[in-house]
């Protein structure tokens, strides 16, 4: 079993940047594609972007493409979500996942692993 540790949340104001990273411990990290899913007030855990083994594929929800960037240090066994041109509607927690697999996914349910979740609030 992995245990996986996000932090870097907090209040941003709209237009502004942020930067989530995801420590991982318990499994070889390099072995598994992670992802980013988020979850506001009311709505389900959507998928935000996810990341393969190697981190040579990466893949967008469309809402966030052009802003956000996922990326991955295996030697640190971290994942990072760089977060720009930040919008209210990015408002939730975060969550860090990984998958059962080298290859990215963008479904919650091909994730065994979930983080606690980082808040991050975004004003106008």
């Known amino acids: 079993q992995v245990q996986l540790v996000e932090s870097g949340g907090g209040l941003v104001q709209a237009g502004g940047s942020l930067r989530l990273s995801c420590a991982a411990s318990?499994?070889?990290?390099?072995?598994?594609?992670m992802g980013w899913f988020r979850q506001a007030p009311g709505k389900e855990r959507e998928f935000v972007a996810t990341?393969?083994?190697?981190?040579?594929?990466?893949i967008y929800a469309d809402s966030v493409k052009g802003r956000f960037t996922i990326s991955r240090d295996n030697a640190k066994n971290t994942m990072y979500l760089q977060m720009h041109s930040l919008k209210p509607e990015d408002t939730a927690v975060y969550y860090c996942?990984?998958?059962?697999?080298?290859?990215?996914?963008?479904?919650?349910?091909?994730?065994?692993?979930w983080g606690q979740g980082t808040q991050v609030t975004v004003s106008s």
């Open positions: 990341i393969s083994s190697s981190g040579g594929s990466t």
């Open positions: 996942a990984v998958r059962r697999g080298a290859w990215s996914s963008v479904k919650r349910s091909d994730y065994d692993s």
């Open positions: 318990g499994r070889t990290f390099s072995m598994y594609a």
